[in-house]
């Protein structure tokens, strides 16, 4: 233990809440009742190790859990572990798991589990989580309370990927040696969380109900918690006006609704609890043709599309600029970098200097709602006004992920979310090694800059904060001076709840980690 | 026998029909840009070609189409209907849980349709250009002419959000643990909204249709022969005017009967409905391809069922039609 570092010692913070909502909040929850919740789309299955989409993720954070929680400064908090320790080389994480935890069907958690669930499971299942396991060279159980993390090297933000959504933990006596993708105990998930899989009304509605031998005291508060599936927009709004509903998620509702059912009597709303995802939305640009080519005509582009007026009007406040790739709530974002404000006339000249020779523009939008739709008009017009001819391609999810899969567009709006971490949720965008087609998720505009790739490489092989600092700030700099895509604004999805429902959104990663500390006045 | 022969023949063609359909719609579906494993990468949030050729392999996607669209047919012969993809169900399963819903709220749209849109159409007719007769075309012109999707979201606003008098979302209250008349009242409180918007479009169909109809067979010889003879109005418009008037009608009704599970998408969509609209809706943005598939094959199944159905309606409502 002596060459190991104490980083964390979660069981500390314990002294003054209970995986991070303060105690006092606690007490003053109201136990029994039941909350309507909306979701949307209907999830394809509830099985989180399989599935990570958003309307799995927020039912299922529920019923899975991670080893960590982290709180709206992302923080890692205890969850199914106590504490951890990080060896002085970086490479070797040590973490202490809570005892007696017990799955939904009474057998007890060990680390067996999380062996299984990190080194079987979700390296062969989850996508996201598989590129970052590169990093993890073994993963063993020193007894049934202890799990260490061995690194092939120094991974930075190896802390950071311990939430429900990345790193659930699956029941090892339920999926060994089973094909996990058609066992039948996917139907009926059973995890460790505050609530336990009721019944899945297909095309109504799914209903969690309290788990009386939850490991943590009195959580959770309310008994049962409905998700009910409302497919259309206006309908949803209609639904929560009419009381149906008690919480509408982010993204719920259209904007314009948002801002007005939180004017009705009895309704809160907030925009915490997304911390940890950071939304961030940008213009794929495709780096690898003429005249997106051209630094100029890229720098033209930022110069032209007034984000301002957009933040205002497509998104009616909900957003606000972006100031280069990383969202101002993760790690070692900096505002020190090069600035793009409106401003045509000098669009027009470097978009003179880019050699521009008038060619059509293709613009794909979000086909996510009506947001969207509004940007990309914007955009259309904002590039219209510098001299840019653009044509609007309307798509839907599957034709989008297509064409960007096979770099078939010039400019495409998207979203991300950026995990807390550069080396988790940005590098993925800007490093050569991740051009790849086939994902709609990496470096699709086809950037190659061999000092961006040395850079966050470093920043995230490096495990002390000022290293990491000094090459992000260095690499935010150079990608903003050279726009491979454009920015546009870090998103706020805010949440719609009845005031009745007290503390819905506890940590970073808001209702996605659970109703458990949620209660009804 | 003739009969049976025909109903033989009939079923051999609606049958041979459905495996041409089958292949036109698997050609179809593949046409569209994006495949389900796109769709599953896309919402993971990041994938590498690895995953994704592991996905396609999974789902037999990595074969030649040919090869693929072989493999369905035969699957197909046999009433398996396939795997989906995203729901890691049988297709046939999640198309029988969904399917009573649809039958539901397309049946009764249907009945009410049908009633009160002869019964209006009838009514129309029997004073041309009188108020009643202007008040019942305008008013069948106006729903005739109203997007269906709009004419949901205001009957939802007025009756659910505004006045608050019945449910505007789902078949039943949701955690009520209603059972016996009560679970009947709750469900019939919970249908009669989609129902009735539903059937506002084709009521109206039915009630110009049949005073258009009437109109033209009140003309016929036969019917001023009656008059001469002294039968009754009432009976002339009953057994002699409505029946002869009725065949255009019950051809409509086929068609519509035959195409009113798919056509239910968007009724279903805005009452959150849970029925097979809805599945094949959210199958086609994610190209479920098995799941499209065999909503696709269920609803065409239907609209060869009715048609059959409909021809031999004929023959009731017609005797001098001889099926042969």
């Given at each position: 233990?002596?060459?190991?570092?104490?980083?964390?010692?979660?069981?500390?913070?314990?002294?003054?809440?209970?995986a991070?909502?303060?105690?006092?909040?606690?007490?003053?929850?109201?136990?029994?009742?039941?909350?309507?919740?909306?979701?949307?789309?209907?999830?394809?299955?509830?099985?989180?190790?399989?599935?990570?989409?958003?309307?799995?993720?927020?039912?299922?954070?529920?019923?899975?859990?991670?080893?960590?929680?982290y709180?709206?400064?992302?923080?890692?908090?205890?969850?199914?572990?106590?504490?951890?320790v990080?060896s002085?080389?970086?490479?070797t994480?040590?973490f202490?798991?809570?005892?007696?935890?017990?799955w939904?069907?009474?057998?007890?958690?060990?680390?067996?589990?999380?062996?299984?669930?990190?080194?079987?499971?979700?390296?062969?299942?989850?996508?996201?989580?598989r590129g970052?396991?590169?990093?993890?060279?073994?993963?063993?159980?020193?007894?049934?309370?202890?799990?260490?993390?061995?690194?092939?090297?120094?991974?930075?933000?190896?802390?950071?990927?311990?939430?429900?959504?990345?790193m659930?933990?699956?029941?090892?006596?339920?999926?060994?040696?089973?094909?996990?993708?058609?066992?039948?105990?996917?139907?009926?998930?059973?995890?460790?969380?505050?609530?336990?899989?009721?019944e899945w009304?297909?095309?109504?509605y799914?209903?969690?109900?309290?788990?009386?031998?939850?490991?943590?005291?009195?959580?959770?508060?309310?008994?049962?918690?409905?998700?009910?599936v409302?497919?259309?927009?206006?309908?949803?709004?209609?639904?929560?006006?009419?009381?149906?509903?008690?919480?509408?998620?982010?993204?719920?509702?259209?904007?314009?609704?948002?801002?007005?059912?939180?004017?009705?009597?009895?309704?809160?709303?907030?925009?915490?609890?997304?911390?940890?995802?950071?939304?961030?939305?940008?213009?794929?640009?495709?780096?690898?043709?003429?005249?997106?080519?051209?630094?100029?005509?890229?720098?033209?582009?930022?110069?032209?599309?007034?984000?301002e007026?957009?933040?205002?009007?497509?998104?009616?406040?909900?957003?606000?600029?972006?100031?280069?790739?990383?969202?101002?709530?993760?790690?070692?974002?900096?505002?020190?970098?090069?600035?793009?404000?409106?401003?045509?006339?000098?669009?027009?000249?470097?978009?003179a200097?880019?050699?521009?020779?008038?060619?059509t523009?293709?613009?794909?939008?979000?086909?996510?709602?009506?947001?969207?739709?509004?940007?990309?008009?914007?955009v259309?017009?904002?590039?219209?006004?510098?001299?840019?001819?653009?044509?609007?391609?309307?798509?839907?999810?599957?034709?989008?992920n297509?064409?960007?899969?096979?770099?078939?567009y010039?400019?495409?709006f998207?979203?991300?979310?950026?995990?807390?971490?550069?080396?988790?949720?940005v590098?993925?965008?800007?490093t050569?090694?991740n051009?790849a087609k086939?994902?709609?998720?990496?470096?699709?505009?086809?950037y190659?800059?061999?000092?961006?790739?040395?850079?966050?490489?470093?920043?995230?092989?490096?495990?002390?904060?000022?290293?990491?600092?000094?090459?992000?700030?260095?690499?935010q700099?150079?990608?903003v001076?050279?726009?491979?895509?454009?920015?546009?604004?870090?998103?706020?999805?805010?949440?719609?709840?009845?005031?009745?429902?007290?503390?819905?959104?506890?940590?970073?990663?808001?209702?996605?980690?659970?109703?458990?500390?949620?209660s009804?006045a | 026998?003739?009969?049976?022969?025909?109903?033989?023949?009939?079923?051999?063609?609606?049958?041979?029909?459905?495996?041409?359909i089958?292949?036109?719609?698997?050609m179809?579906?593949?046409?569209?840009?994006?495949?389900?494993?796109?769709?599953?990468?896309?919402?993971?949030?990041?994938?590498?070609?690895?995953?994704?050729?592991?996905?396609?392999?999974?789902?037999?996607?990595?074969?030649?189409?040919?090869?693929?669209?072989?493999?369905?047919?035969?699957?197909?012969v046999?009433?398996?209907?396939?795997?989906?993809?995203?729901?890691?169900?049988?297709?046939?399963?999640?198309?029988a849980?969904?399917?009573?819903?649809?039958l539901?709220?397309?049946?009764?749209?249907?009945?009410?349709?049908?009633?009160?849109?002869?019964?209006?159409?009838?009514i129309?007719?029997?004073?041309?250009?009188?108020?009643?007769?202007?008040?019942?075309?305008?008013?069948?012109?106006?729903?005739?002419?109203?997007?269906?999707?709009?004419?949901?979201?205001?009957?939802?606003?007025?009756f659910?959000?505004q006045?608050?008098?019945?449910?505007?979302?789902?078949?039943?209250?949701?955690?009520?643990d209603?059972?016996?008349?009560?679970?009947?009242?709750?469900?019939?409180q919970h249908?009669?909204?989609?129902?009735?918007?539903?059937?506002?479009?084709?009521?109206a169909?039915?009630?110009?249709?049949?005073?258009?109809?009437?109109?033209?067979?009140?003309?016929?010889?036969?019917?001023?022969?009656a008059?001469?003879?002294?039968v009754?109005?009432?009976?002339?418009?009953?057994?002699?005017?409505?029946?002869?008037?009725l065949?255009?009608?019950?051809?409509?009704?086929?068609?519509?009967?035959?195409?009113?599970?798919?056509?239910?998408?968007?009724t279903?969509?805005?009452?959150?409905?849970?029925?097979?609209?809805?599945?094949?809706?959210?199958?086609?943005?994610?190209?479920?391809?098995?799941?499209?598939?065999?909503?696709?094959?269920?609803?065409?199944a239907?609209?060869?069922?009715?048609?059959?159905?409909?021809?031999?309606?004929?023959?009731?409502?017609?005797?001098?039609?001889?099926?042969?």
């Amino acid at each position: 233990m002596k060459r190991r570092q104490l980083i964390r010692m979660g069981a500390t913070s314990l002294g003054v809440s209970i995986a991070g909502v303060p105690l006092h909040l606690l007490a003053q929850g109201k136990k029994g009742g039941t909350i309507n919740v909306l979701v949307q789309p209907e999830p394809p299955g509830l099985m989180m190790g399989l599935v990570q989409n958003g309307p799995t993720q927020l039912i299922s954070g529920n019923i899975y859990e991670g080893l960590l929680r982290y709180d709206d400064k992302l923080n890692p908090q205890p969850q199914l572990a106590t504490s951890w320790v990080m060896s002085k080389d970086g490479k070797t994480y040590t973490f202490k798991l809570k005892p007696n935890v017990k799955w939904h069907d009474g057998k007890p958690f060990t680390s067996a589990d999380v062996v299984f669930s990190v080194d079987v499971f979700l390296r062969k299942t989850h996508a996201r989580l598989r590129g970052n396991l590169e990093a993890v060279e073994s993963i063993k159980a020193l007894d049934p309370l202890t799990v260490e993390f061995q690194l092939k090297y120094p991974f930075g933000p190896f802390l950071g990927m311990f939430e429900n959504g990345t790193m659930p933990m699956v029941p090892k006596h339920i999926y060994e040696g089973t094909d996990f993708a058609t066992n039948p105990a996917n139907a009926t998930p059973v995890g460790t969380g505050p609530f336990k899989f009721k019944e899945w009304a297909k095309g109504s509605y799914i209903l969690l109900e309290a788990n009386p031998a939850y490991h943590v005291a009195g959580v959770p508060l309310v008994e049962k918690v409905y998700y009910h599936v409302i497919p259309d927009a206006a309908a949803r709004a209609a639904a929560f006006e009419s009381g149906k509903i008690d919480i509408v998620p982010g993204g719920g509702v259209e904007y314009f609704d948002v801002q007005r059912l939180a004017k009705l009597p009895g309704v809160a709303v907030s925009t915490k609890g997304w911390e940890f995802f950071s939304p961030h939305s940008w213009l794929w640009i495709n780096n690898r043709k003429a005249p997106l080519n051209s630094v100029k005509f890229r720098q033209a582009l930022m110069h032209a599309i007034d984000r301002e007026a957009m933040a205002k009007i497509a998104w009616y406040g909900f957003a606000k600029p972006a100031t280069g790739p990383f969202n101002s709530s993760i790690k070692f974002a900096s505002t020190d970098v090069p600035k793009y404000p409106k401003d045509i006339e000098k669009a027009k000249k470097l978009i003179a200097e880019s050699g521009y020779k008038g060619e059509t523009i293709r613009l794909l939008p979000l086909p996510y709602g009506e947001s969207w739709q509004r940007q990309a008009e914007m955009v259309r017009q904002a590039l219209t006004q510098a001299g840019i001819k653009v044509e609007l391609v309307p798509t839907d999810v599957a034709g989008w992920n297509q064409r960007l899969n096979e770099w078939d567009y010039d400019l495409a709006f998207t979203y991300l979310y950026q995990y807390g971490d550069p080396a988790l949720g940005v590098a993925r965008n800007y490093t050569s090694q991740n051009i790849a087609k086939g994902s709609p998720f990496n470096n699709v505009e086809g950037y190659v800059n061999s000092r961006v790739d040395a850079l966050f490489a470093a920043g995230a092989r490096a495990t002390d904060p000022a290293s990491r600092q000094k090459a992000y700030l260095e690499v935010q700099q150079l990608l903003v001076e050279e726009v491979p895509v454009a920015w546009l604004h870090e998103i706020n999805f805010p949440t719609l709840y009845r005031s009745k429902v007290q503390n819905p959104i506890s940590s970073g990663i808001g209702l996605n980690d659970s109703m458990g500390r949620a209660s009804l006045a | 026998m003739k009969r049976l022969q025909y109903m033989a023949t009939r079923v051999l063609q609606g049958l041979l029909a459905l495996l041409v359909i089958a292949t036109v719609n698997f050609m179809l579906v593949r046409a569209a840009p994006g495949d389900p494993v796109s769709v599953m990468a896309g919402e993971a949030g990041a994938s590498d070609a690895q995953f994704v050729a592991q996905l396609r392999q999974q789902f037999g996607l990595d074969q030649p189409v040919s090869t693929q669209l072989g493999r369905y047919l035969a699957h197909v012969v046999q009433g398996d209907l396939g795997f989906s993809y995203r729901q890691q169900q049988p297709v046939l399963a999640l198309i029988a849980e969904r399917l009573p819903a649809t039958l539901l709220l397309t049946g009764s749209a249907f009945v009410l349709s049908l009633l009160f849109g002869v019964a209006l159409g009838a009514i129309a007719s029997r004073r041309p250009g009188s108020w009643m007769d202007s008040a019942i075309t305008v008013v069948a012109l106006v729903f005739y002419a109203t997007p269906l999707y709009w004419l949901a979201m205001m009957a939802v606003l007025l009756f659910t959000v505004q006045l608050g008098w019945l449910p505007g979302f789902g078949h039943m209250t949701v955690g009520a643990d209603l059972h016996g008349l009560a679970r009947l009242w709750d469900g019939a409180q919970h249908l009669l909204l989609p129902a009735l918007t539903l059937a506002l479009f084709y009521m109206a169909v039915y009630a110009r249709m049949t005073r258009a109809a009437m109109l033209e067979v009140a003309q016929m010889d036969f019917v001023k022969t009656a008059r001469a003879k002294g039968v009754a109005p009432g009976r002339i418009l009953r057994a002699h005017v409505l029946r002869n008037a009725l065949l255009p009608v019950v051809t409509l009704a086929g068609i519509q009967a035959g195409g009113m599970i798919g056509g239910a998408v968007l009724t279903e969509t805005v009452f959150a409905w849970p029925g097979i609209g809805r599945l094949m809706f959210d199958a086609l943005l994610q190209r479920d391809y098995n799941l499209l598939l065999g909503c696709f094959l269920v609803t065409a199944a239907m609209a060869v069922l009715f048609n059959l159905l409909t021809d031999l309606v004929y023959t009731l409502v017609d005797p001098r039609i001889d099926l042969h």
